[in-house]
């Protein structure tokens, strides 16, 4: 039967950082929002790849170099809350999916699509149906 413990783990991560990440008292972090979009563990569990999106982030340098010297604490947070052998060491990455994926709906926005009259919409609509009789 296959098990499905890093995925179960990789929640857990996820969750409790993101509750510790409000208690971050560093200016670098503390000044931007920042969610929690995936956690990947190696399956020693040694290592986790923490993927964010920032926003209202100014300087997205300064912002990983706040989380990298926060990454000891947040772990040593981790390891007292999570019942793990070993805990993974931090590593963050920033996520630019969210900030893509709202630049294209933009672009989709912004063009000029004639709308369909709901009559064409229906008669195509009508035209398309399988008659089996």
């Known amino acids: 039967m296959a098990s499905n413990r890093i995925g179960r783990t990789n929640d857990d991560i996820r969750r409790v ?18 969610s ?9 569990l040694r290592y986790a790849q923490v993927f964010i999106s ?21 772990r040593h947070e981790l390891g007292s809350i999570l019942d793990l052998r070993y805990t993974p060491e931090l590593q963050f990455h920033l996520d630019k999916s969210i900030e893509q ?20 919409g229906l008669s195509i609509a009508k035209d398309n ?3 089996d009789r």
């Open 101 to 120: 994926g709202a630049h294209i709906s933009k672009i989709l926005n912004s063009l000029d699509i004639p709308k369909e009259d709901e009559e064409n």
């Open 36 to 44: 929690i979009t995936d956690v990947k563990t190696t399956s020693d």
């Open 17 to 34: 950082l993101a509750n510790l990440l409000r208690n971050i008292k560093d200016p670098r972090v503390a000044k931007s929002m920042i």
């Open 54 to 74: 920032a926003l209202n982030a100014e300087n997205e340098k300064e912002l990983m170099k706040g989380l990298k010297s926060a990454s000891g604490y947040l």
């Open 129 to 131: 149906v399988y008659d």
